[in-house]
């Protein structure tokens, strides 16, 4: 059963208060009688490797607190700026839908998952962005639905793609590369006396907004997304519809979601050589009930 917060039990209808988490999915018995083992066994499973030793430079609690404090301090401007979408919104509904399925995928990739507080918003916003945040933090970004008309294979797609990055702990990497980086600097202004050490991540927080992924990261995430998606029950070959719409919409100024998440023919025709992997795992998944339909265009 999906927790509920107080404030949603009490009726408080203002959207600060109306996110809703998403703990407890991982005992429903989604999985659909497959075991974690027979999940490792398949799948793109064999074409992700092993999490970079950087990331043992910063720990995953502080990390995901980080996150956790980023993304309520986000949630609060929106919500005062009336850009957060309310939980009887149909994109909210939509959103959230797509992740109770994709979200009981993950512990295979993460066994930290199990005890995330997922959450899912929808920020009112034009912008074409979408992302997650470590400890299942997740933000779409209204434009991205509406402009791109997205469908809920898309949709999952992306999902897959930023909840991947979280699973993959790609931004906890990217911490402890600057973390290792600095922490050798400092220690050389320590021996002549010109600093101190520990302000590396000093500032963490502030940097999951606007952290840089690599291209490896970006097909790491790729592959990973489109294993989840399929799991869930939607197509992967959404990935090949969706990045051909974001390089269509690059065409003006590229949008937020491609500058930080490079795109192109190369990137197509990967997704098109791991869908052999995960098709037969899309065959036999449990199809969603209902469909929904993306926000009527401006």
């Known amino acids: ?24 999915l991982l005992a429903t018995g989604a999985l659909a009688g497959q075991t974690w083992a027979q999940q490792e066994q398949e799948g793109v499973r064999g074409d992700v490797g092993r999490t970079s030793r950087f990331a043992k430079f910063v720990s995953a609690e502080q990390v995901e607190g980080a996150a956790a404090q980023q993304y309520l301090s986000m949630l609060k401007q929106a919500g005062s700026q009336r850009a957060l979408a309310g939980p009887d919104h149909p994109q909210v509904i939509r959103l959230r839908a797509i992740a109770r399925r994709i979200i009981p995928f993950t512990p295979p990739w993460n066994a ?31 434009g991205i639905l509406q402009k791109l008309q997205l469908s809920d294979d898309e949709v999952a797609t992306i999902m897959g793609h930023e909840v991947a990055h979280a699973l993959r702990e790609h931004a906890r990497e990217r911490m402890g590369k600057t973390v290792a980086t600095r922490g050798a600097v400092e220690l050389g202004s320590l021996l002549f006396g010109l600093g101190n050490t520990g302000r590396a991540i000093a500032d963490m927080g ?49 949008p937020e979601f491609v500058s930080t998440h490079p795109a192109g023919d190369t990137r197509i025709k990967d997704i098109q050589a791991k869908l052999p992997k995960v098709e037969p795992i899309f065959a036999r998944a449990a199809r969603p009930e209902r469909r929904y339909a993306p926000p009527p265009t401006a």
């Open 1 to 24: 059963m999906m927790a509920v917060s107080p404030h949603e039990r009490s009726g408080c209808g203002c959207p600060l208060h109306a996110r809703r988490l998403f703990t407890g």
């Open 112 to 142: 930290r998952a199990q005890q995330w507080r997922w959450e899912v918003n929808l920020l009112m916003s034009k912008e074409l962005n979408a992302f997650c945040m470590p400890g299942g933090k997740i933000a779409f970004y209204y």
């Open 206 to 254: 502030g940097q999951l907004l606007t952290l840089k992924f690599s291209r490896d990261d970006e097909t790491e995430a790729d592959i990973v997304g489109m294993e989840l998606a399929a799991r869930a029950g939607y197509d992967p070959a959404a990935g090949v519809s969706l990045w051909q719409k974001m390089l269509q919409a690059s065409k003006g100024a590229p």
